[in-house]
């Protein structure tokens, strides 16, 4: 069993496009959803798919399972959502030592871009860009469950210039 460890942050400014090592386009919906426990399908640039199990309801740490799965079972099982399916373009970037994932999102929530970092460790002290904002690490209202099974947040969203 892997282990998620991570920390999230709303994004301030642009600051991070420079240092882009890489962009995927992700499709994600959950097909179940509980407090401590969550099931959900995803789709990177339409092409691959992949089925996610996650426990717990750490700020920091959940149990994670993780399968590939046929794209097309993927786009079939998509149709079973719970709530909205999230559109987002997900972008890397290195820094000193650690990689961020930057998601900017798309549809409803279009504006809203957060960065996360995963960690080997809740020990470990990854270096802050001075692109991120506040840190929302445990804010389940900025968790991707959830933004897709909950009611619409507009005011969640803290657009920046793209």
């Known amino acids: 069993m892997a282990k998620e460890i991570e920390r999230k942050f709303l994004v301030r400014d642009d600051g991070w496009k420079e240092g882009v090592t890489s962009r995927t386009r992700i499709k994600q919906a959950y097909i179940a959803a509980e407090a401590d426990r969550s099931v959900r399908i995803r789709t990177r640039n339409d092409e691959t798919a992949q089925l996610t199990i996650k426990f717990g309801n750490g700020v920091l740490t959940r149990d994670e399972f993780e399968y590939q799965i046929p794209h097309?079972?993927?786009v079939e099982m998509i149709e079973f959502a719970t709530g909205n399916v999230i559109e987002k373009t997900?972008?890397?970037v290195d820094f000193e030592g650690f990689t961020w994932e930057i998601?900017?999102?798309e549809g409803a929530y279009r504006g809203l871009v957060i960065?996360?970092?995963?960690?080997a460790s809740e020990t470990d002290d990854p270096s802050?860009?001075?692109w991120l904002g506040r840190e929302v690490t445990g804010d389940k209202r900025y968790s991707n469950q959830a933004l897709a099974t909950q009611r619409l947040r507009p005011e969640l969203v803290h657009?920046?210039?793209?």
């Open 103 to 105: 998601d900017v999102f």
């Open 128 to 130: 802050l860009p001075a």
């Open 159 to 162: 657009a920046i210039s793209h």
């Open 90 to 92: 997900r972008h890397t």
């Open 115 to 119: 960065a996360e970092v995963e960690m």
């Open 72 to 74: 097309d079972d993927a």
